[in-house]
């Protein structure tokens, strides 16, 4: 037997992704248009279940047992909004207390810590997967789920109930270390792929709940079995290093941030040592704008002081070192409140130029001026430096994080490539133009030890 979820809330897994991709959304008063209306109209279960998720995080950070605590909290609330007032008050409420962000992180933590949620196949089976929240925001949960007892109280068997409702694990196959693992259908597909191919790319896309962890640390172990196989765990920042770590089981592999790739890429290769940032790389050094405009001598521009022609600078080589383009432009100049001309913007994107130059290759090692990772990823981009070929799989999440300079630095480097995402922002590029890609909408199982 598989392990049982602890608890399964009462929302959908399509709702949850849709709260998820609500987050990357641009346009804040259309999300919080679309907040509203499904607080209005969604079950008031899936609406309490939303608020519970987002406090996953900080349950994790207290050391509380978390499925227990959501499960508690969820019954109180479940008992609070029974008179049609209360209900009201909480729908009302609900899009002020609710914070896309937290709740895009608790769903991350759901899996690892025994949550499940209740899939769309499970609530209205016909319905077509694509289609956005629009069509069932006002749709109750089917009788059938019978989360609630005869009271309208929370049941607390509820979940062991519905755990054994479900067997969406049709097919056997043969793991790393002789395991055998059940798998869905589109699972065993991809996963059966790779290992025809291990050595070549793959895009694993996948929306909250889809197994794409799970697939991934099968992939992960199967790379480990071969002695000439080196694979590094790649992703964006230290957090999302530890956590991708800790659900891949996977705490002796190698694993770095981009920006700390990119200091290992630029540690092999052969450049003057006064071009190499020492401790200018450290987080915590940092300079004003007025002391970077008086190491580099900058002078007033238009109506500008040197202070903010040194800020304008440094915002301009930001958007450079985000941008696909090899030469700093006008386009990369932020939004100037003060009128400049044509000369003064020329003489902006020069100041911009020099402070690009001075920080990569200093000509004079008296400036020191600081070095972030973008600045190191886009330098070994523009120089064509590739991932040191010790390496041979390269692992990345959140693969939609990737900068255009990193998406070039990979593309340029001979590794197989192994990316996760999901299907709100598809990577692009990444060495993945000849890569096999799979979605995956079914939640993920464990493994299996063959008897």
């Known amino acids: 037997m598989r392990d049982e979820p602890k608890l399964i809330l009462p929302i959908t897994d399509r709702q949850v992704n849709s709260l998820v991709g609500w987050n990357k959304e641009p346009d804040g008063d259309e999300v919080i248009a679309k907040l509203e209306d499904w607080a209005a109209n969604a079950p008031i279960e899936q609406v309490i279940s939303a608020l519970l998720i987002q406090q996953v995080p900080t349950l994790i950070a207290k050391r509380k047992p978390v499925a227990t605590s959501l499960e ?42 025994g949550i499940d949620v209740l899939r769309q196949a499970e609530t209205e089976p016909d319905m077509d997967a694509e289609k956005g929240l629009a069509g069932f925001l ?35 196959v043969d793991a790393a270390g002789g395991q055998i693992v059940k798998m869905t259908d589109p699972q065993a597909r991809f996963f059966n792929t790779f290992l025809s191919q291990p050595d070549e790319s793959a895009h694993l896309m996948s929306f909250f709940g889809g197994g794409k962890t799970y697939l991934a640390k099968e992939m992960l172990n199967v790379i480990e079995q071969h002695k000439e196989f080196h694979p590094v765990i790649l992703a ?29 890429i630029l540690a092999n290769q052969n450049i003057p040592s006064q071009w190499r940032p020492g401790k200018r790389r450290n987080p915590q050094y940092m300079l004003t704008s007025a002391e970077i405009a008086r190491r580099l001598q900058m002078q007033p521009v238009g109506r500008l002081s040197a202070s903010s022609v040194a800020d304008i600078a440094m915002k301009a080589v930001r958007r450079f070192c985000m941008s696909g383009q090899d030469f700093l432009m006008e386009r990369h100049l932020p939004t100037i409140r003060d009128r400049v001309d044509q000369i003064d913007r020329a003489a902006l994107v020069g100041y911009a130029q020099e402070l690009w130059d001075e920080t990569v290759e200093p000509s004079d090692p008296a400036s020191e001026l600081p070095v972030r990772a973008y600045h190191l990823i886009k330098y070994c981009a523009l120089r064509g430096f590739t991932i040191p070929e010790n390496y041979t799989h390269l692992i990345i999440d959140e693969a939609h994080d990737l900068s255009k300079p990193m998406m070039q630095i990979l593309d340029a480097s001979p590794q197989a490539i192994q990316t996760m995402g999901d299907p709100y922002q598809r990577v692009r590029g990444a060495g993945l133009a000849g890569a096999f890609e799979q979605k995956l909408t079914v939640s993920p199982s464990q493994n299996h030890p063959k008897p």
């Open 72 to 113: 508690t909290v969820l019954a109180r609330l479940i008992e609070t909004v029974k008179g049609e007032a209360e209900e009201a008050e909480l729908r009302r409420t609900a899009p002020q207390q609710i914070d896309l962000q937290r709740i895009t992180d608790g769903a991350r933590h759901l899996a690892p810590y």
């Open 236 to 264: 964006l920042t230290q957090d999302q290093l530890q956590g991708l770590l800790g659900r891949l089981n996977a705490p002796n592999t190698k694993a770095r941030t981009f920006g700390q790739m990119a200091t290992e």
């Open 138 to 172: 006002g749709t109750k949960i089917p009788e059938p789920l019978d989360y609630l007892d005869e009271h309208g109280s929370w049941d607390f068997e509820f979940t062991v109930r519905q755990h054994r409702r479900r067997d969406p694990f049709i097919r056997e």
